[in-house]
């Protein structure tokens, strides 16, 4: 006993007009961020300072970044609000620049204030997928006190967060 097989000819098919297959996929969602550098302005006397870092993104999804400062100034390490006419902080200033494409390319940019910072303060990609890293700028400000900043050490934390849309 042997058993064939044969290819189906055009006439045994002939009153099908169309056929659907069914075809499904997928692609996990990724948001990552590259190491942001410490920046180092040496000495703070001199107001107007600023140091840019250019920070690897990769989202393949809208996202949201929140940042959040710790102190919402570079602050002296013993004495946040200084002592007697001297400051213990120096304010400064967040620009971020993020480059997105939704379907055309865009820039969004936004500044804050370090104070504000505090609380957290949020930037979308606005529908938009990260297509070359993000631009990240500190610019000091001038301190307020006339006799000028309390010797020692001054440091800020800031954090920043992506989570995807």
């Keep these: 006993m042997g058993i064939s097989a044969s290819p189906a000819s055009a006439q045994e098919i002939s009153n099908v007009k169309s ?38 993104l990769d989202c393949n999804m809208p996202f949201t970044m929140l940042i959040k400062a710790q102190n919402g100034a570079l602050t002296h390490s ?10 213990g902080s120096v304010p400064y200033s967040l620009d971020v620049e993020l480059p997105v494409r939704r379907p055309t390319t865009e820039m ?24 070359d ?5 500190l610019s000091l400000g001038s301190v307020s006190s006339e006799a000028g900043l309390l010797a020692g050490q001054y440091g800020e934390v800031i954090e920043i967060t992506i989570a995807p849309n």
């Design 108 to 131: 969004i940019s936004k500044v804050f204030e370090g104070r504000s910072l505090v609380g957290g303060q949020a930037i979308s990609s606005a529908g938009g997928i990260a297509i």
């Design 133 to 137: 890293g993000l631009l990240l700028r």
């Design 78 to 87: 013993e004495m946040p609000h200084g002592q007697g006419p001297y400051a």
């Design 19 to 56: 056929m659907d297959i069914a075809v499904q996929g997928s692609i996990a969602q990724r948001c990552q961020m590259g190491a942001i550098p410490t920046a180092d302005f040496g000495d703070l006397t001199r107001p107007g300072k600023s140091a840019a870092a250019k920070v690897a």
